[in-house]
């Protein structure tokens, strides 16, 4: 999962379909999910994965309001589809649930 500065995000999301991935290296949700989050990439490619540290990209969590992790936007062309998470931990199989209804 690669890491990317503010500016590469807010570039980034202009165009296409994205799903943002907010996460941070301290956060146990956030480790519980990681190791199902290649699968869930490559099931769901259909959206540009970003995956955001909510430490090292503040601007852009406060830009989105994001202040629990794991949390998951997904945005089509900039404008915002939907977001899940809140902090909380979730499976797998709730993210996956997630993407549907935004995939939709």
């Known amino acids: 999962m690669a890491q990317f500065s503010n500016e590469e995000i807010f570039d980034a999301i202009k165009s296409g379909r994205k799903m943002l991935f907010f996460t941070a290296g301290w956060c146990p949700d956030c480790a519980f ?31 989105f309001g994001v202040m629990g992790i ?14 899940f998470g809140k902090g909380e931990r979730r499976t797998p199989k709730e993210v996956e649930e997630f993407i549907e209804t935004v995939n939709a």
């Open 33 to 63: 999910i990681k190791p199902a989050m290649p699968g869930i990439m490559e099931k769901y490619n259909q959206f540009d994965w970003i995956t955001v540290d909510r430490d090292d990209n503040l601007e852009v969590a406060q830009h």
């Open 70 to 83: 794991p949390s998951f936007i997904a945005l089509e062309d900039g404008k915002e589809l939907g977001r």
